[in-house]
């Protein structure tokens, strides 16, 4: 068995941090907001035993782990490194086996291509801070999307939902006039 590598890394969400493995954890994303969401994972499961542990969220080779406030990250960051660094050594599941997630775009041919771009341009650059987007809906010019991860909270998230998706989609797909996210 190949060793298990952690690292950290910090995201624009100051109360989340990345924790990095040299293996890929999922294929997509899962969220995991609060304590009660996480009984499907065993491994979101046992980091929510941590007191100080808010929000659980994985994507491909990371996890992100949202602190309690009032907690500083310098406490805990090996605890939790240590952590899943064991946990993905002993192959603790990150969620049931039947829940995937498939790239399938549905909708119409503007909502595809909304889809598209938000699923090729959009999810790498936000799951590189920690965190995740999520297509919602398409009306009258608005696309509503869902921010998940360091993301949901962020304080620069709005910034980049403006001035960085709205601008890349507006330009992409003209019938785009907005982007608003909706609230979790």
């Known amino acids: 068995m190949a060793t298990i590598n952690v690292y950290t890394e910090s995201t ?3 109360a ?3 924790f990095l493995v040299n293996k890929l954890l999922i294929n997509g994303s899962l969220d995991y907001p609060s304590r009660e969401k996480a009984e499907e994972s065993p491994f979101a499961k046992e980091l929510f035993k941590f007191n100080f542990v808010e929000g659980v969220f994985f994507a491909s080779n990371f996890v992100t782990v949202t602190k309690s406030e009032g907690i500083d990250w310098s406490d805990i960051e090996a605890i939790l490194k240590d952590f899943v ?12 086996i039947e ?3 498939e790239v399938d775009f549905e909708g119409s041919e503007i909502e595809i291509k909304i889809q598209q771009v938000l ?12 965190g995740a987007i999520a ?17 949901s909270g962020c304080p620069s998230s709005t910034i980049t ?14 019938e785009v006039e907005e982007v608003v996210a909706e609230s979790m």
């Open 12 to 14: 624009p969400n100051p």
């Open 119 to 130: 699923h090729d341009y959009v999810r790498p650059a936000v799951e590189q801070d920690g």
């Open 85 to 96: 660094k064991g946990a993905v050594e002993s192959e603790l599941a990150v969620k049931p």
């Open 161 to 174: 939902l403006k001035s960085g998706i709205e601008g890349l989609l507006k330009r992409m797909v003209p």
């Open 135 to 151: 297509y919602r809906s398409f009306d009258q010019g608005i696309v509503t999307v869902e921010l998940r991860g360091s993301c």
């Open 99 to 101: 829940h995937s997630e």
């Open 16 to 18: 989340t941090m990345k």
